[in-house]
């Protein structure tokens, strides 16, 4: 083994990956016939992410070195950004859940979180226009509803 640290992000990840499998499991089945069902999504991501952590191990055993931690300014915006994510997730579902009991439309809370966390992750990541911002995050915001709610018919808060 050349690289230990690639190595051992590997098999954390590939451990991720082997709970949240197990965790799709325990999904419902969808009751209709359709292709994609709800569990579709998080399968596709969890199938993506095993294959990156078998080619991240493979590399540990070819490439030499240790992987370089990330300087300070960039190591601050990860961590920024992971808090980001985690505030993203609890929003949703406090504003899905106040939306349900204000009797707003399904997806209200998903829709309003994502959108705040995408202006937000744009201007964590240094982009500075106001409109190209609203923009992204609008387009974006439209495009997850369209495919989880449509396409997946994943019941959005």
Sequence with gaps: MKNKTDFFIALALLVICAVAWQQIRLLPESASAEFFRPASFPTGVTALLAVLACILLV?????????????????????????????????????????????WPGGTGFCSATLVFLVLAQVLTGYRSPWRILLIAGLMTAFLYLVFALLFNVPLP
Aim: hydrophobic share 60%; proline share 4%.
């Design 59 to 103: 590399r540990s055993f070819l490439v030499r070195g240790r992987a370089a931690w990330p300087e300070r300014p960039v190591l601050l915006k990860v961590l920024l950004l992971i808090l980001l994510v985690l505030g993203y997730v609890a929003g949703f579902v406090r504003l899905g859940e106040y939306a349900y009991d204000a009797l």
